[in-house]
């Protein structure tokens, strides 16, 4: 749905983002529930915050990472 509405570039950009999103929020998690690590966190939500990161700051964001090569 979201590559749908984002094309492909967007598609790859929310999985990054949303992989970094869920990645420090869970370590804020764990870190916060000390060492009890059997729980679940929802990725969707992340995907959710991805997509709307590329539809603000995406385009800006591929411009600043392929010219810093």
Do not use: C, D, Q, R
């Amino acid at each position: 749905m979201i590559g749908t509405f984002i094309g492909w570039k967007g598609v790859i950009f929310t999985i990054f983002a949303a992989s970094l999103a869920g990645t420090f929020v869970g370590i804020i998690v764990m870190l916060l529930k000390g060492k009890n690590l059997k729980f679940a966190i929802p990725f969707g939500p992340f995907l959710s915050i991805g997509a709307m990161s590329y539809v603000f700051f995406g385009e800006k964001v591929l411009l600043w990472y392929f010219h810093s090569f």
